[in-house]
Structures are given as C-alpha cells and as structure tokens.
C-alpha cells in the first residue's frame, strides 16, 4: 500500500555539520517528493520538493536528491545553525487516482551550539 | 495574499460534544486537504475536498467524522461524540490545483486547530 519511511527519527548534531534525512516510498508512480520543515507548535512549512524529472535540486544550503529507481529521497543540510532545529518530515504524492500527500513520521533534528 | 487560516486555533469540548474546524484556504485555491497529527506524530491525510466535491476521504474515520467545503465559505471538518482520542492538531491546507495537475500544486498549510477533548 502507500507508504513512506523515514529516517532516522531522531538526529544531533554540531552546529555547522551536516545533517542527512532519509525517506522511501512504496508507490513507484510517486512524482511528486516536498518536505515540511515544523517548528514546536507551529505549522509544516514547505521548504523544498522535488519531482521525478529531476534528480537533485538545491536551494542554499538546503538539498534534495530523487533515485527513483531505489524509491528513495534524501534532504541534505549543510553547515547547520541552531534555528534549523525542527521536525522534518518528508512526503510522496501517490498518484492513485487521488491528490493526497503521504507523510513521513518525521525527524526531530537538533543542532548544538 | 494572506495565507490558509484556521478557526479556532484551540478548541476545548468535552466527550460527547460537537467539534467544528473552519479553514479557508489560501485565495485562488480551489483545493482543501485536512490531516491529523497526534502528538509526537507525523501528518496522516484524512480527506481531500474541491468546491461542493469529496474527492478522497479514504483517511476519514468511518464514523463521527465528516467535512465538507461549500460553494461560499470555509471548510468546515466536523467531528460528533467527540472522544478523549480525538485530541490532536488538526491542519488544514490547501493547494491551486491538484496535485495530479502538474505545477504549481504545492500545498499550504493553515496554524493548525487544537482540539482537546475533557
């Protein structure tokens, strides 16, 4: 069925390491791949996607690569600060007939000072 | 352009009551979507509304739970008998077109309702 696993649930890290997140998907019609970045009581706010024409796209220090052959999709932040500490979750739309995003469980990163 | 609004930002209501969550969408968006998050939890998608149309309500609980998005209006997602695991945040987004519908379909989302059920 539809589904999408992401990784690691949670993650720590020093304040200008990097930080990798991992998803993948089940559905391998899926073209469409955004992640929400979600602050503490705040709404999921879109920060990149990626659809499957492509196999990488980068905004700053914000990066997402598609290998749509493994079904698999990455977020890649680079030279990470203390605001970027959040809940990321990933997603896939399943194409199904229907428009409906299928979320990740989400991953709770921390960047230390 | 102000964005997706949500009413109430926190709703409290005992077991048995009525909840209703209001959104309206962003303006030019012709598409609604509402998901549930537990917490500690992801997003789970619940239904997928058009003007006057349910397109997907495949993630609905069967019962107490409906939603609806009229021709004038928010949408509204109703919840009857509330029960104490009700409680959650619910989102509301919305989108210009489908997701099917090639570019310019990202989804938006509301500040979210906070239901808390006594």
């Known amino acids: 069925g539809e589904n999408v696993e992401q990784h690691p649930s949670t993650l720590s890290v020093q304040e200008g390491d990097s930080a990798v997140i991992k998803c993948t998907y089940s559905?391998?019609?899926?073209?469409?791949f955004p992640w929400y970045k979600q602050e503490l009581g705040k709404r999921p706010q879109l920060i990149i996607d990626?659809?499957?024409?492509?196999g990488e796209k980068k905004d700053q220090r914000i990066a997402v690569t598609l290998n749509k052959t493994a079904k698999h999709f990455s977020l890649h932040i680079t030279e990470t600060q203390p605001e970027d500490s959040a809940v990321y979750f990933c997603?896939?739309?399943?194409?199904?007939?229907?428009?409906?995003?299928?979320f990740g469980a989400g991953t709770r990163l921390a960047v230390h000072p | 352009n102000a964005g997706v609004m949500q009413n109430p930002r926190h709703l409290v209501r005992r077991r048995g009551q009525e909840a209703r969550l209001r959104c309206s969408p962003m303006?030019?968006?012709?598409?609604v979507y509402w998901y549930r998050q537990l917490p500690e939890e992801g997003l789970k998608f619940m239904v997928y509304l058009q003007k006057e149309n349910i397109i997907d309500e495949s993630g609905m609980p069967k019962e107490r739970f409906s939603a609806e998005f009229p021709k004038e209006g928010p949408s509204i997602l109703r919840i009857q008998q509330v029960v104490r695991g009700d409680s959650a945040a619910y989102f509301c987004a919305s989108s210009p077109v489908g997701l099917a519908g090639g570019y310019n379909n990202e989804q938006f989302f509301g500040p979210g309702t906070r239901l808390t059920v006594l």
């Open positions: 559905d391998s019609a899926s073209n469409y």
């Open positions: 997603a896939g739309f399943f194409s199904g007939g229907y428009n409906k995003l299928i």
């Open positions: 990626i659809r499957s024409n492509v």
């Open positions: 303006k030019g968006h012709s598409h």
